[in-house]
């Protein structure tokens, strides 16, 4: 249990996998090096026995051919012993065997003298190639040796058996120090690679740590904290990519709240006027003859608040995914004539005039039509709500390609350029004041024909002036004149297949 808790956390992952790859890539490198070293060197040593071994059949093939004394032979067999640090040993056929060594560490092989037996396996092995063992020479002595074996044939009888022991525990000592040496290589180097995947690994975790820091620090509501921008490319567009969702978090807050007050001072004004004019109706304040006057002012207030309340719960459906699109092939252009309908008491009211440009005189679209009728009507009622008396109004539709583009421009005030790129925000409002005016509204208009745009996967843009009115244009998906087979009597709106 105690292992699994210590790699659940990052860190310890990347410090374990990273530490384990180093060790093992240290171990191998080091048994390489010895296992070359080794073989280099015994490779030399046995190299060299194997002239000596040369040099000694010459000595013997000389000595028995007369050529060179027996007294010269002698003295060049333990020269070479002696110079060599070898131990030579003869075994003639029939004779006593001579052993020539260069040290006292030899004289416990030196007077061991292998049996009838074994000097014919040695024989044998001579005669089948196999020269060479590197082993204590049959446990006699406790040095390390490598022998070779030589033999001196006459007329294809076996005469002589040469042996030439080399010693090798010089060789051993010196890979043992070798080894030592690996091992204390390998302990720095796992050190100095514990110590760089350390730093490395915590690099990389840093910025996680400040993410988790942070994160909670908006969980209780500070907003204001902000990770440092800086390390690699990653780690920066780590940084700034919550950052940016950070300033848009405190920019949201700061909305919420704004539009918690607003609703709230909204819903509270209408709340407290119609209590006071129930109340004063109640007690008498208010006389019969006054009540339709009170009554009517109530149930203004009523609409109004109950407008508030639908728009509310029509921006949480939608944000909620569940509003289903149904999808179908009209006209735009009928369905703005007839909206339009519906606006002319207060187009009237206001004294103003409607401009209509058709690029044709049918756009056939595909839409939900009943939100796109949505759509229109708030952006209509949002350019009557801010035009002044006798201004302008104008509606247009033209084409591009496979859109087809829906502009609705007023000639009112204008929205500031510090609230344009706002406009569309949850619970926004271009007008800061809570005093309740005719033009004042929730914030929740926009917002709900952002979303109903952005989930048909068209978009809607915005061009504003200061004192040069508004105009918002949104896109549809643009579809082939259906069909003929059903018309709305009512209005005339051409649903069908295409």
Same mark, same amino acid.
């Given at each position: ?13 990347? =410090?374990?996998? $990273?530490?384990?790859?180093? /060790? ?5 490198? !080091? ?120 033999? =001196? ?9 040469? *042996? ?18 690996? @091992? ?9 690679? *514990?110590?760089?995947? $350390? ?27 902000? @990770? ?9 567009? *780590? ?9 848009? =978090? ?8 704004? /539009? ?16 006071? /004019? ?6 008498? +304040? ?7 006057? $009170? ?83 708030? *952006?209509?009622?949002?350019? @009557?709500? $801010?035009?002044?008396? !006798?201004?302008? =109004?104008? @509606? ?30 949850? /619970? ?13 509204? +929730? ?19 915005? &061009?504003?002036?200061? !004192? &040069? ?5 949104? +896109? ?23």
């Amino acid at each position: 249990m105690r292992h699994r808790d210590l790699l659940r956390t990052l860190f310890s992952r990347m =410090l374990v996998v $990273y530490m384990t790859v180093i /060790f093992s890539l240290i171990v191998l490198l !080091g048994v390489a090096v010895i296992v070359i070293i080794r073989g280099q060197t015994y490779g030399e040593r046995q190299n060299l026995a194997r002239m000596e071994t040369v040099e000694v059949l010459n000595i013997e093939k000389q000595r028995i051919s007369g050529a060179m004394s027996e007294a010269d032979a002698v003295q060049r067999l333990y020269a070479l012993a002696v110079g060599n640090n070898l131990l030579v040993e003869i075994y003639p056929t029939g004779d006593e065997p001579e052993h020539y060594y260069g040290s006292g560490n030899w004289s416990s092989a030196a007077a061991y003298e292998p049996d009838e037996e074994h000097r014919q396996q040695l024989i044998a092995e001579a005669a089948a190639g196999n020269t060479e063992t590197k082993q204590y020479y049959k446990g006699v002595s406790d040095m390390e040796t490598l022998t070779e074996i030589a033999t =001196l044939p006459d007329s294809g009888t076996v005469t002589h058996l040469i *042996l030439v022991h080399a010693d090798m525990s010089g060789i051993s000592a010196g890979l043992k120090d070798l080894i030592l040496m690996v @091992i204390l290589v390998l302990l720095v180097g796992l050190l100095i690679g *514990l110590i760089a995947v $350390y730093s490395t690994t915590s690099a990389v975790i840093k910025p996680f740590r400040e993410v988790n820091d942070i994160v909670q620090q908006y969980s209780m509501g500070d907003y204001n904290a902000r @990770i440092p921008i800086s390390g690699t490319e990653e780690t920066i567009q *780590l940084g700034l990519s919550f950052n940016n969702m950070a300033d848009q =978090l405190e920019d949201l807050e700061a909305t919420r709240q704004s /539009f918690v007050a607003n609703v709230s001072h909204e819903l509270r004004s209408p709340l407290t006027s119609m209590k006071g /004019f129930l109340e004063a109706m109640h007690d008498g +304040t208010i006389v019969k003859e006054e009540y339709d006057q $009170y009554i009517d002012i109530v149930l203004t207030e009523t609409k109004r608040m109950a407008s508030m309340v639908n728009d509310l719960l029509d921006l949480a459906r939608i944000e909620s995914g569940k509003t289903v699109l149904k999808l179908e092939v009209f006209d735009i252009n009928e369905l703005i004539r007839r909206i339009l309908i519906t606006f002319e008491a207060r187009i009237y009211e206001r004294k103003m005039d409607v401009e209509i440009r058709f690029a044709q005189e049918q756009f056939f679209v595909e839409a939900d039509s009943t939100q796109i009728s949505q759509v229109i009507r708030n *952006l209509i009622d949002n350019a @009557i709500k $801010y035009s002044p008396e !006798g201004s302008k =109004l104008r @509606i247009a539709t033209y084409a591009m390609r496979k859109e087809v583009y829906i502009s609705i421009q007023d000639f009112g005030q204008g929205i500031p350029e510090e609230d344009v790129p706002h406009v569309f925000d949850r /619970f926004y409002k271009v007008e800061k004041a809570h005093t309740p005016s005719k033009q004042s509204g +929730t914030g929740l208009g926009l917002s709900i024909v952002k979303r109903i745009i952005d989930q048909h996967g068209q978009k809607i843009t915005l &061009k504003s002036a200061r !004192g &040069k009115g508004s105009t918002f244009t949104f +896109t549809l998906k643009r579809a082939a004149a259906p069909k003929r087979n059903q018309q709305d009597q009512n209005g005339g709106i051409i649903h069908g297949q295409y």
